[in-house]
């Protein structure tokens, strides 16, 4: 089946202008998550998402970020105002979401490669 | 503060080589753990993963890992290495014991096989 994809591959943007990154989880995965992948900082998490509960947000560096989940599935990532130092690759992954504790495996996106000039 | 170690930035390794990449995890309590891979030009992918019983697990391509829960270590290993295993290599954590579920990543080793 599918695994999970994200939009757009690639992104350059300009410095202050707001981006929105795209995350299609695996279908029937309920739980979804946001990391980053930078120089020096290796794997971060961002951003979790479990059903109609409210989101993790634990991991968001600055409240420029945000992200929203529609019906489940889709989610997006926003950065406003970006910085120079939000250039990363941003990946999204899913997982069964059978709740806290359980044997959950955590499937990778592809990532979202930004570039703030 | 809670963390995972991954003790070698950068390995060279000819063809054939046995491989050990280590990994540390400072986490207290029932940990779930695992190795994703990244090939060059491609997305993180599952190697292994450990969640309880035989602590050696064995994953694709003929790795496999050793949970030492007296060390805190999950350390991977391969007989022979191949060329293909050219990667950046992940260890990661998931310390139940936490609200959270997001997984913890160590800094990550990258591997060149030489042929």
């Known amino acids: 089946g599918a695994g999970v994809s994200q939009s757009p591959s690639n992104k350059v943007t300009e410095k202050g202008k707001d981006v929105e990154l795209r995350c299609d989880p695996i279908s029937g995965h309920t739980a979804l998550y946001w990391y980053r992948q930078s120089l020096g900082q290796g794997l971060e998490f961002l951003i979790y998402?479990?059903?109609?509960?409210?989101p993790d947000k634990s991991g968001l560096p600055s409240d420029r970020f945000s992200a929203e989940r529609t019906g489940g599935s889709v989610s997006t990532l926003t950065i406003q105002r970006t910085q120079q130092e939000d250039s990363a690759v941003y990946l999204c992954?899913?997982?069964?979401?059978w709740g806290w504790g359980a044997q959950e495996t955590q499937y990778f996106g592809p990532g979202t490669r930004l570039l703030v000039l | 503060a809670q963390s995972v170690s991954q003790h070698n930035h950068h390995v060279i390794l000819s063809e054939a080589a046995s491989l050990e990449l280590g990994c540390n995890y400072s986490?207290?309590?029932?940990?779930?753990l695992f190795w994703y891979v990244q090939y060059p030009g491609q997305h993180l992918q599952l190697l292994l993963k450990y969640f309880s019983g035989d602590p050696l697990v064995k994953g694709i391509k003929g790795f496999e890992a050793e949970f030492i829960k007296s060390k805190f270590s999950f350390n991977l290993r391969k007989p022979s290495v191949q060329w293909s295993d050219t990667a950046e290599y992940f260890c990661a954590v998931n310390p139940l014991s936490n609200s959270g579920y997001a997984l913890n990543f160590g800094k990550g080793t990258s591997l060149l096989v030489t042929p």
């Open positions: 998402f479990q059903g109609n509960s409210a």
């Open positions: 986490y207290g309590g029932t940990v779930n």
């Open positions: 992954a899913s997982s069964l979401g």
